[in-house]
Structures are given as structure tokens and as C-alpha cells.
């Protein structure tokens, strides 16, 4: 028995290592001013921050074209594998419940299995590769669901942006938070919920605190951090993921950190600026 993950682009996982994990990423549409792209087909990341500014508007997203969908599950089925296929959280898109109805279309939906990531960027990409190596070495799905699910619910999303605009903007958080995040002047800390959906956690007065403030909670609620994978995520600021880097090894010993770009899927809604940090309390 063979297993083949697949994911969509928010899962923000770096190409070498989707490559590596041979975990398929279906791109996911993003419409600037107007003009739709395929995010990591005629889109990418750099190109997209460095224009974000002088965008007419905010980019849009929608959830993969469901016949690319259907077309990657039968081809994977195809080949001889069973379908794992891990969307962006349910409390965001519609992009898990689209797959789920695209399940009972394909030729053999009992080997097709479609699990709610509950996040999104790399977090969810974390998941994807944790998803991966546990399903090598597995003679059925029913024999690693529960260990995947396990994993996925402890997984932890905390993040810190430099406005709250876009997300209320984009309708991805209630606009009371982010008017009391602009009138304070405040640099926000949000994280997921069990749900998958995105509330406020903190709020502290400058960058750097924020910084302090996202490894002081993953100081609170990790477990056997010695080995443990740390993701964080940024989008168009590198050096302070690397502050984020230096602070988590400062004070925790850990199996590694791995650094990724907030894609633009997930950028459109969260702006330049974003730092996340994830891992498995």
C-alpha cells in the first residue's frame, strides 16, 4: 500500500522540500486588479511583495479549480497510491469542503481521504511532512489517521503582522479588532484556533516585543522541544525571521527550525510584514 500527499499552495511548503517529500502542491488562484494567476505558476512570491504597494486593490483569492483537483486525484489513483489530500483550514476557505464533495466523484473515493489542516502556511505545510513520513511506513489509512490527526490538532499557529488592515479587509478577522489594533497603535499577535479560524491573542507596543511575545507563548505550551521540527514563515521580511530563529535557539534546544515565505495566497490577506511561528504543543 502507497500513499501520496497532496496539498494546496497555502500550505506555503518550500519546493525543495515538497519535492524531496515528493508531496504534490496544487496551485491556488490569486486576482490582481482584476488579472487571475496560479500562485507558484506565472506568481511568485518575490515578484508579488515587491508589487503588493501598487496593487489598485487587495489581491483576491479563491480555492483550486475543482476539476484540477479531481484530475490530481484520479491521477494519483491512477498510479497505484492513495490519495491524502490536506486543505487549508475549513474556518478560511471553502476549499476542503469543495474537496470532500470532489471525493465522491472519483473512481475509488474509499482510497481518497481529505483531512481539514485547521491552518495555513507553513504550519499546515509542517503537517503535510509530518503526514508523509508517518504514512511510509503504514499498511492502511485507519492504521495512521488517528496519529496524523493527533499531530494536526496539536499543532500550533502564532503570528504577528504589522497591521491588522488586511485581515479585516479580506473579512478574515471582525473589524471591532482591528479598529482597537490601529487606534492603539499596537503591533497585533493572533493565533488559530482549534476551530481553524483566526482571533487576536495579545497585543504589545513594538516589533521586537511582538518577537519576544510569540516565543514567550511557545515557551508556555511546547512539548519535548529537543525534537521537534520549529516552522516559522514571513512574508518579505527575512531578517526578522532570522531574529525569531536566533531567540527560539537562544532559549530552547531544538531538533531544527526550517524557514519559509508566507506565499501569496496567504499574503493577500495578511500583507507584507507577517511573521508566524509554529510547532506541536
Known amino acids: 500500500m502507497s500513499f501520496k500527499v ?7 511548503i518550500p519546493i525543495d522540500k515538497a519535492t524531496t517529500a515528493g508531496i504534490i502542491v496544487v496551485p491556488m488562484p490569486v486576482t490582481i486588479d482584476d488579472k487571475t494567476y496560479l ?8 515578484d508579488f511583495y515587491a508589487q503588493f504597494d501598487s496593487f489598485k ?7 483550486p479549480n475543482p476539476n484540477s483537483l479531481l484530475e490530481q486525484y484520479e491521477k494519483t489513483l491512477a498510479e497505484g497510491h492513495e490519495v491524502v489530500a490536506i486543505h487549508l483550514s475549513s474556518g478560511l476557505s471553502a476549499t476542503f469542503s469543495t474537496a470532500q464533495m470532489i471525493r465522491e466523484m472519483c473512481s475509488a473515493p474509499e482510497r481518497v481521504h481529505i483531512i481539514d489542516s485547521l491552518g ?18 503504514a499498511t492502511s489509512w485507519s492504521e495512521v489517521k488517528e496519529t496524523i490527526l493527533n499531530y494536526r490538532n496539536n499543532m500550533r499557529y502564532v503570528f504577528t503582522l504589522d497591521t491588522l488592515d488586511y485581515l479585516v479587509k479580506g473579512g478574515r478577522i471582525s ?14 499577535v493572533l493565533h488559530f484556533t482549534p476551530q481553524g479560524t483566526i482571533e487576536p491573542y495579545a497585543k504589545v507596543r513594538t516589533r521586537r ?17 529537543e525534537q521537534q521540527v520549529i516552522g516559522i514563515s514571513h512574508s518579505a521580511c527575512f531578517k526578522d525571521a532570522q531574529i525569531l530563529a536566533d531567540e527560539i535557539k537562544q532559549r530552547f534546544k531544538v531538533k531544527d527550525i526550517w524557514i519559509s515565505d508566507i506565499g501569496c495566497v496567504v499574503g493577500s490577506h495578511t500583507g507584507p510584514g507577517t511573521l508566524a511561528l509554529f510547532y506541536t504543543k
Not at 497532496?6 to 506555503?12: A, N, T, Y
Not at 473589524?175 to 497585533?188: R, S
Open 120 to 137: 495555513a502556511s507553513f504550519g499546515y505545510g509542517l503537517l503535510a511532512l509530518f503526514a508523509k513520513t508517518a504514512l511510509e511506513s
Open 57 to 63: 486593490e487587495l489581491p483576491k483569492t479563491s480555492q
Open 6 to 12: 497532496i496539498v494546496d499552495s497555502s500550505s506555503d
Open 175 to 188: 473589524k471591532p479588532a482591528g479598529f482597537i489594533g490601529g487606534l492603539l497603535d499596537v503591533k497585533p
Open 209 to 225: 516585543a511582538a518577537i519576544r511575545k510569540l516565543v514567550n507563548v511557545m515557551e508556555q505550551e511546547i512539548a519535548n522541544p
Open 39 to 46: 500562485e507558484g505558476v506565472n506568481l511568485e512570491t518575490k
